[in-house]
């Protein structure tokens, strides 16, 4: 038991299955083991059974491009919600992703609630990173968007990875309040004896756990089972639940039965998760973004290997914290003239307006030079950051002539095998586990609830932006 109990109101829009709602239910049950008290407020109810307090509170729904909340009400209902639940007033207020974009009345709510408490603002994910349309509501329903990014010494920041850390750190943000927050990493128990997958049935099956939502690169996912022949068998779990995310998932779904490609997809949707893995051999991930990187270290735990795309920016301090993923490739490289240089660099061109205009920012006049250089090298393109079209004509030329696949090349021999899995297990297990991450979270509560409630100012939200919005950093599959 804890020495000293706190009441810890834990805030999202929503409890929808998802990353950070995973993340919502490990924290409530670490910090409920220690001793604390903890409601976790949203805008609706969880799918299913949790094991934790949930408050209701409609005003955190996400909001439309054309409707405006009091962010003054949000608050107010925030709190007399949370005293429902705790004795009182929460002693920490915990909100994820308040400044995402998907209600722009939370990040003003936030300031509000930092006048009497401290309050944590953990993100997962930025609007400045990829996601203009957020970041355009932002803009059009904030008042003021220096109330983006609160700063006062009871407001407390935690990112999720070393990249939005020093992202943080360079726009000012005192070392004081910034805490780096790794998720903890569980796994679900699986059959130890697998029941084949009708469909892979006398091949090892290689499997893409994922929604197959654009940043995810599905396109790669089917190059990989090009490259793979005939002799395994790739599927991936599930489609996505974004219905406008639906129409490029399923057009890949299409190509791939017409170019004959034995990919399974959407096996989720017809067999038991469990079951999946316990009938897989290895893994693999090729999306192009991530924010704290679960599908790196979950693998290890279901006693599989991984192979496929490497996040740099995103799994550094998983080397750090004695996990090897260097079977990993940083690049797959196709032929530049597969594509065309002109083709590539006026699509990029066009994006990359797009996306500076959606922002509001003016946009370099090197900027498709500089995404084109980060694309290219030696004659070469990073299949990653082609587009679907792109992506489509390069595989076909595979399919049409397979003695072609001897000019694809990645920096990486391509996967690590069973050697590594008994090592990164218990590099995860150490380093990552419920316990570790409840003692974390504890620590930093504590750390919060000594500061002084001073006056609130706020960070150069530009600066953050324009830390993201760069052309080198530029993906056609993040439009």
Request: proline share 6%; net charge negative.
């Given at each position: 038991m804890i020495q000293e109990r706190m009441d810890i109101a834990i805030v999202h829009y929503h409890l929808k299955p998802g990353g950070v709602t995973r993340v919502i239910g490990h924290a409530a049950k670490a910090l409920t083991a220690l001793g604390h008290n903890v409601v976790v407020l949203s805008s609706d109810l969880p799918e299913g059974p949790v094991d934790y307090q949930v408050g209701l509170v409609s005003a955190l729904r996400y909001t439309l491009p054309n409707e405006k909340l009091d962010s003054g009400a949000l608050?107010?209902?925030m709190k007399r919600t949370a005293r429902k639940f705790l004795n009182g007033e929460p002693d920490i207020w915990h909100i994820h992703n308040h400044s995402l974009g998907k209600n722009a009345a939370v990040p003003e709510a936030a300031g509000k609630l930092a006048i009497e408490r401290p309050v944590l603002l953990q993100m997962h994910d930025?609007?400045?990173?990829?996601?203009?349309?957020?970041?355009?509501?932002?803009?059009?329903q904030l008042a003021d968007m220096s109330r983006l990014y609160p700063l006062a010494s009871q407001i407390h920041y935690a990112p999720i990875n070393g990249r939005d850390a020093r992202a943080l750190k360079e726009i000012g943000l005192p070392a004081s309040n910034l805490h780096l927050l790794s998720?903890?990493?569980?796994?679900?128990?699986?059959?130890?004896?697998?029941?084949?997958?009708?469909?892979a049935v006398g091949r090892p099956l290689i499997v893409y756990p994922t929604r197959g939502i654009r940043r995810k690169n599905m396109g790669e996912f089917v190059l990989?089972?090009?490259?793979?022949?005939d002799e395994v068998r790739y599927g991936s779990t599930l489609g996505p639940a974004n219905p406008a995310a639906r129409p490029v998932y399923d057009r890949w779904v299409e190509f791939a039965r017409e170019q004959n490609i034995p990919v399974l997809f959407g096996l989720g949707e017809t067999h038991d998760f469990g079951k999946i893995l316990a009938a897989s051999k290895e893994i693999v991930t090729t999306s192009v973004a991530e924010g704290f990187g679960l599908a790196f270290l979950?693998?290890?735990?279901?006693?599989?290997?991984?192979?496929g795309r490497n996040l740099p920016e995103i799994t550094a301090e998983f080397g750090d914290a004695g996990v090897h993923l260097n079977g990993l490739y940083n690049r797959l490289d196709v032929p530049l003239d597969w594509v065309g240089?002109?083709?590539?660099?006026?699509?990029?061109?066009?994006?990359?307006?797009?996306?500076?205009?959606?922002?509001?920012?003016?946009?370099p006049e090197d900027a498709a030079e500089r995404a084109l250089g980060a694309a290219c090298r030696h004659g070469f393109v990073?299949?990653?950051?082609?587009?679907?079209?792109?992506?489509?004509?390069?595989?076909?030329?595979?399919?049409?002539?397979?003695?072609?696949?001897?000019?694809?090349?990645t920096d990486r021999p391509g996967f690590l095998g069973d050697s590594a899995i008994e090592h990164n297990r218990e590099a995860i297990e150490e380093n990552f586990?419920?316990?570790?991450?409840?003692?974390?979270?504890?620590?930093?509560?504590?750390?919060?609830?000594?500061?002084?409630?001073?006056?609130?100012?706020?960070?150069?939200?530009?600066?953050l932006l324009r830390q993201f919005l760069q052309p080198e950093r530029f993906y056609l599959l993040r439009t």
């Amino acid at each position: 038991m804890i020495q000293e109990r706190m009441d810890i109101a834990i805030v999202h829009y929503h409890l929808k299955p998802g990353g950070v709602t995973r993340v919502i239910g490990h924290a409530a049950k670490a910090l409920t083991a220690l001793g604390h008290n903890v409601v976790v407020l949203s805008s609706d109810l969880p799918e299913g059974p949790v094991d934790y307090q949930v408050g209701l509170v409609s005003a955190l729904r996400y909001t439309l491009p054309n409707e405006k909340l009091d962010s003054g009400a949000l608050a107010f209902e925030m709190k007399r919600t949370a005293r429902k639940f705790l004795n009182g007033e929460p002693d920490i207020w915990h909100i994820h992703n308040h400044s995402l974009g998907k209600n722009a009345a939370v990040p003003e709510a936030a300031g509000k609630l930092a006048i009497e408490r401290p309050v944590l603002l953990q993100m997962h994910d930025f609007a400045e990173d990829g996601r203009p349309a957020n970041y355009e509501l932002l803009r059009s329903q904030l008042a003021d968007m220096s109330r983006l990014y609160p700063l006062a010494s009871q407001i407390h920041y935690a990112p999720i990875n070393g990249r939005d850390a020093r992202a943080l750190k360079e726009i000012g943000l005192p070392a004081s309040n910034l805490h780096l927050l790794s998720n903890a990493v569980t796994a679900p128990e699986i059959p130890t004896e697998a029941e084949p997958i009708p469909e892979a049935v006398g091949r090892p099956l290689i499997v893409y756990p994922t929604r197959g939502i654009r940043r995810k690169n599905m396109g790669e996912f089917v190059l990989q089972a090009v490259l793979g022949g005939d002799e395994v068998r790739y599927g991936s779990t599930l489609g996505p639940a974004n219905p406008a995310a639906r129409p490029v998932y399923d057009r890949w779904v299409e190509f791939a039965r017409e170019q004959n490609i034995p990919v399974l997809f959407g096996l989720g949707e017809t067999h038991d998760f469990g079951k999946i893995l316990a009938a897989s051999k290895e893994i693999v991930t090729t999306s192009v973004a991530e924010g704290f990187g679960l599908a790196f270290l979950e693998p290890w735990l279901y006693n599989r290997s991984l192979r496929g795309r490497n996040l740099p920016e995103i799994t550094a301090e998983f080397g750090d914290a004695g996990v090897h993923l260097n079977g990993l490739y940083n690049r797959l490289d196709v032929p530049l003239d597969w594509v065309g240089a002109d083709r590539l660099r006026a699509a990029l061109d066009e994006a990359l307006r797009a996306s500076y205009e959606s922002y509001g920012e003016p946009i370099p006049e090197d900027a498709a030079e500089r995404a084109l250089g980060a694309a290219c090298r030696h004659g070469f393109v990073d299949f990653g950051r082609l587009d679907e079209s792109m992506q489509e004509s390069v595989i076909a030329k595979l399919v049409a002539d397979p003695a072609a696949a001897d000019a694809v090349r990645t920096d990486r021999p391509g996967f690590l095998g069973d050697s590594a899995i008994e090592h990164n297990r218990e590099a995860i297990e150490e380093n990552f586990s419920l316990a570790a991450y409840g003692d974390r979270l504890t620590a930093i509560y504590a750390e919060m609830k000594r500061s002084d409630i001073g006056e609130i100012t706020s960070l150069p939200w530009d600066l953050l932006l324009r830390q993201f919005l760069q052309p080198e950093r530029f993906y056609l599959l993040r439009t």
